[in-house]
Nanobody, 118 residues
Framework: QEQLVESGGGLVQLGGSRRLSCATS????????MGWYRQAPGKEREFVAAITQVGTTTYDDSVRGRFTISRDNAKNTVYLQMSNLTPEDTAAYYC????????????WGQGTQVTVSS
């Protein structure tokens, strides 16, 4: 099974910024819209943002106006630019195709940890 590889996480201060990257294969990239998800300790994984193959984006209310999702088709890479971070943004961030759970389960990577200190 193929996996996606997230990178770019780290420790950041309250109000800081961070850019996450998601490296994919071309085949995965073409399957469906791509999305970012996050999971904090003791909580369920939640949707963050998504982008279609033609660039249409959608965001969870908690990040709208602060986060920007983008994609580079030449590099098969999806990005998440995170700004004005708060401790509530602390989580492991994952990328995946926007699809049914049974499909997503084929591709979950290890995620990248973002920790925001106050």
């Amino acid at each position: 099974q193929e996996q996606l590889v997230e990178s770019g996480g780290g420790l950041v201060q309250l109000g800081g910024s961070r850019r996450l990257s998601c490296a994919t294969s071309g085949s995965i990239f073409r399957l469906a819209p791509m999305g970012w998800y996050r999971q904090a300790p003791g909580k369920e994984r939640e949707f963050v943002a998504a982008i279609t193959q033609v660039g249409t984006t959608t965001y969870d209310d908690s990040v709208r106006g602060r986060f920007t999702i983008s994609r580079d088709n030449a590099k098969n890479t999806v990005y998440l630019q995170m700004s004005n971070l708060t401790p509530e943004d602390t989580a492991a961030y994952y990328c995946n195709v926007v699809a049914a759970t049974s499909v997503q389960d084929r591709y979950w990577g290890q995620g990248t940890q973002v920790t925001v200190s106050s």
